[in-house]
């Protein structure tokens, strides 16, 4: 599902930023895809934490082989030493245990999520354990579609802001939260297009 939003967010982008248009225009054919399940996005996020975008996705590949149907039973019932054997470390797989009990005993305010504005949600997805900020963000942009999340903590946002506007040079949180202020109120869109920039292949989760 593209969010209903995306043709006014990626017109107003490439109004007002150079490149921003540039990165539409050389993207036009891809775009922004929620896979419409909280439960194993939040999964998908978790196992690509701290590693590269191509290894989280081998590891992902091999999770669906040992466990093709992705629900809090299945991952909550699977033994160990299989997650293990697709190359999750024994921290990972005790934050997918949380993760599958906060779900499987309600503990989750799921059904107030479309309501709540994204520092609420943010508030809640937190309180289980190995699920910070940055991967509470990505829920929020890949599976929830909020068209105005800022990742300041992405590695990937933080290059890809360098490389485009201070010619490669390092960048901090209060530099590139001014720099977005022209990206609002569209902040998750943009952030979609600089990925872009680095990697061709959309990240999912």
């Known amino acids: 599902m593209t969010p209903d939003y995306w043709t006014q967010a990626t017109q107003e982008l490439a109004g007002r930023d150079r490149v921003m248009k540039g990165l539409v ?27 590269s975008v191509k290894a989280a996705e081998s590891v992902w590949q091999k999770v669906l082989k040992a466990i093709p149907d992705i629900t ?8 160990d030493n299989v997650l293990r054997a697709c190359g999750l470390s024994l921290r990972k797989i005790s934050y997918l245990q949380d993760l599958s009990r906060h779900f499987r005993e309600g503990l989750l305010n799921v059904s107030t999520w479309e309501s709540v504005d994204d520092e609420a949600l943010i508030a809640q997805l937190v309180r289980i354990k190995g699920i910070g900020r940055w991967t509470a963000e990505m829920f929020l942009i890949f599976h929830m579609l909020r068209p105005d999340v800022l990742p300041l903590d992405d590695i990937g946002l933080q290059r ?8 490669s040079r390092s960048v901090d949180r209060k530099v590139m939260r001014e720099l977005a202020k022209r990206w609002q109120p569209w902040r998750s869109v943009a952030t979609w297009y600089l990925w872009r920039s680095l990697d061709p292949l959309p990240v999912e989760y």
């Open 72 to 79: 809090p039973h299945t991952i909550h019932d699977a033994e």
């Open 25 to 51: 225009q050389r993207f036009d054919d891809i775009a922004l895809k929620s896979r419409g399940d909280a439960f194993s996005t939040l999964v998908r996020s978790i196992v690509g934490q701290q590693i």
């Open 160 to 167: 890809a802001i360098s490389q485009h506007y201070f010619d």
